[in-house]
């Protein structure tokens, strides 16, 4: 059996308990074991994503056991993109945190770091409903570890609240996956497929409670108005190398709504007929302008930051609410840049908070590299705001393509044009006041002149500019990104092949 | 005679608005008992989710002429073992955020104060 596909999962689970065990009080030799686990993470996805690009699904049993009845890790082109994201995001997000020195900041950084990833990794491979449950709570409980990362009143009590709305999350979604057993008697996502296909009509209404409990829970995790309450609090008064790596956790919300409702909830199936259509849509449309408008209200750098990556999970949802196979292309195109994007807008507000001291959007004295982080954040609010020439504009329009036929295309078209101008006008106003206006010469020096005239570390702004040379090859690579985004939309569409794969038809 | 069935579900039902109610208050206490009201309804729920039965046992033994369905009750034992983790894990802060602010209220204050009148600028590293 092809065991590549556990390793994203056992490498950090085996790398966490040596870093907390091993080196608890050597910052370096964590650093050094954490930061080559996360390159030998982007060397496993690659091999994945080579294994997948050709369209075979690989299974992986747990244990040796069939599905259903043991578990099973599927590697399919989403999954093995998902992977690939999240590794390249989490080396960026790890070298930024090592170089700003975020990592000494509090206790066992590196070890949360590394259980964080074994969880995302995990969400993105498993193919059993309760072990994605099992992997949401991993991912959780090391987000809880890092959210509060360094405390303070403000960020513990954020954190709290951030702790408290994920825990009622969780505990939605055993009462979804309860009811899911009830009806059909499996937990295996391709089993729950094909007995979900064949139910009997009396039986139906229970299931769609089932299936709109999963899709609120998700839609927590994906942050859709009205559960996107907690981000902007726990987004902006998270640690900036955090709150980077968080933008790959709302995308897990994501994830898991299209592997459901593609593979168990298909577009045919009469039980959640008009569940995506009518709700989601609507709501997605909604948490973009509510993503857009706090963007243009926020007075907080981390604020702002949040809010747009809310209005980024709108456009997304959009697309994936559209529910055909060219629109999930184009989210799958806009997911990988939405996540880049808004990982380097947190990383761009970090290097303002460090030099500013605080994160309030007023003018005050002109940053040290005032130049250069002044264009990392163009490039991040056009790229985050859909502007050209960046991978944000192809997205958009992508988006707008997809859904030109779709039943309220009027107001996905003028809700995504209307709120991107909104964006657009938020993050002028918050990169004018804090880059252009400090030259007014009115404005007081710049203090603690003897500090930062000694070298700034380098590795911060190396990071921010990897997820911009991401951006840049999305945007010059857009050809073959979507080539590739379509062949995974199209596999996602013909979910009998990965059910067969998974149950091995006849030998159940 | 009260039915089995009527009792599991006003059951779940009780501990849900219980923990519904109690999670909704101010106080970080109310709100880590609320938690655990919910996760007690969540784990008799999906207890039930394996139909209620009586006399069935889950593993094999000889004297047993049917079973009942284990799988549901692995899930619970696993749903009790994480959430006793997330409620440590989640007592653990809400005291961590006591001992911080010498206040154990739930909500934030003024989230997003304009610059002049601002009360926790150095609350940020």
Known sequence: MNHWIIAPVVLPAVLAPLIIMVMRFHLDLQRIFSIAGTVALVIISLVLMSQAAGGTIHVYELGDWPAPFGIVLVLDRLSALMCLLTAVLALVVLLHAVGSGWDERGWHFHALFQFQLMGVMGAFLTGDAFNLFVFFEVLLIASYGLMIHSGGPVRLRAGLQYVIYNLLGSTLFLFALGTLYAVTGTLNMADLAVRVAELPDDQSALLRVGAVLLLLVFCVKAAVLPLHFWLPSAYSNAPAPVAALFAIMTKVGAYSIIRMYTLVFGPDLAVTDGLIGTWLMPAAILTLAVGCIGVLGSRRIGRLAAFAAIGSMGTLLIAISAFTAEAMGAAIYYMVHSTLAAAMLFLVADLVIERRGNDHIACDFRLPQNGLIASLYFTAAIAMAGMPPLSGFLGKLLVLDATRDAAMWVWIWAGILIMSLVMIVGLARAGSTLFWKPFDPSLSAPQENGEDSAAAPALPFVATGSLLAGLVALTVLAGPSMRFADATAAQLFDPQNYISAVLKEGTE | ?125
């Open chain 2, 1 to 125: 005679m009260i039915e089995l069935e009527l009792l599991f579900a006003s059951a779940v039902g009780v501990l849900t608005a219980a923990g519904i109610y109690l999670v909704l208050q101010q106080r970080t206490f109310p709100v880590i008992l609320g938690l655990s009201f919910l996760s007690y309804a969540v784990n008799v729920f999906l207890f039930a989710s394996g139909r209620l039965v009586q006399n069935e046992p889950p593993i094999l033994t000889k004297y047993a002429e049917s079973y009942t369905d284990p799988l549901p009750q692995a899930l619970v034992l696993t749903a009790i073992v994480i959430s006793f983790g997330m409620t440590a894990v989640v007592v653990m802060i809400a005291l961590s955020a006591w001992l911080s602010a010498r206040d154990d209220r739930v909500d934030m204050e003024n989230e997003d104060p304009p610059a002049e009148e601002d009360s926790d600028a150095e609350a940020q590293s």
